[in-house]
């Protein structure tokens, strides 16, 4: 992964006109269908990110916080379904509400962290999902008492089109991340479709017709070890 230039407060930026790393939609395996982009991404960033036994906490939005029973249709609940395979990969996973009072409790795939309190809890990796439409509960949650120094926050979003803008989370979430310590690492393109359905010749779009999304973006951020005043 590209290192990040720092910028004159010293936090690390995504060096501008760089290549945008991609990952591609998973292809189905010999008897079993792709378990999703969604899945594949937390899979990838658990095996890129962490060490087999380190814990991962999967921390969902407050408007999220009971994924309800068979409900599989939005990237909140799919990502607190895909907390197993973290289990799979040897890691101790955590799945906690963001609006949850005091320290993670267990999600039931993996064995508890041991410690108690905020240091105790902090990880090497959290990863959460964040709509572009709700990112008000972002700027509440100190993330430097979840977050390991040295540790890496995966924020999993999209921009969205609404009367006729474009609304990119991005700038929200720099600055509520920014105010505990943590710096922008690197943005990377997570594929939603498979790169074969991408091959088509551009076509107008009929009349209320909604155009599909083909990617979410995966914005990753890191705690310094160094000591950093909050903002």
């Known amino acids: 992964m590209p290192v990040s230039d ?34 594949a991404a937390l899979d990838q960033l658990v095996t890129c990110y962490t060490r087999p036994g380190d814990p991962v906490l999967i921390l969902i939005p407050p408007h999220a916080d009971m994924p309800a029973a068979g409900r599989h249709g939005t990237p909140a609940d799919r990502l607190a379904d895909a907390g197993g395979a973290v289990d799979r990969l040897g890691r101790a996973v955590q799945v906690r509400s963001a609006s949850a009072a005091g320290p993670a409790q267990p999600s039931g795939y993996g064995p508890r962290a041991q410690g108690e309190g905020p240091d105790g809890d902090r990880r090497p990796l959290v990863v959460t999902v964040v709509d572009p439409t709700r990112t008000g509960w972002v700027h509440g949650v100190p993330w430097d008492r979840l977050v390991a120094p040295g ?3 995966a924020v ?39 790169i074969a359905e991408l091959g088509g010749p551009p076509t107008t779009l009929a009349h209320q017709v909604v155009a599909r999304r083909v990617h979410s973006d995966l ?9 950093r005043e909050r903002r």
């Open 151 to 153: 540790g890496m926050l």
């Open 6 to 39: 720092p910028d004159r407060d010293g936090g690390a930026v995504v060096p501008a006109g760089r290549p945008t790393t991609v990952w591609p939609y998973p292809p189905e395996g010999p008897g079993r269908p792709s378990a999703g982009w969604l899945a």
């Open 156 to 194: 999993i979003t999209r921009s969205e089109s609404i009367a006729g803008g474009l609304l990119d989370p991005t700038g929200a979430l720099v600055a509520a991340t920014g105010r505990y310590g943590l710096a922008l690492l690197d943005r990377l393109v997570l594929l939603e479709i498979p």
């Open 219 to 227: 914005l990753l951020f890191v705690l310094p070890t160094g000591p």
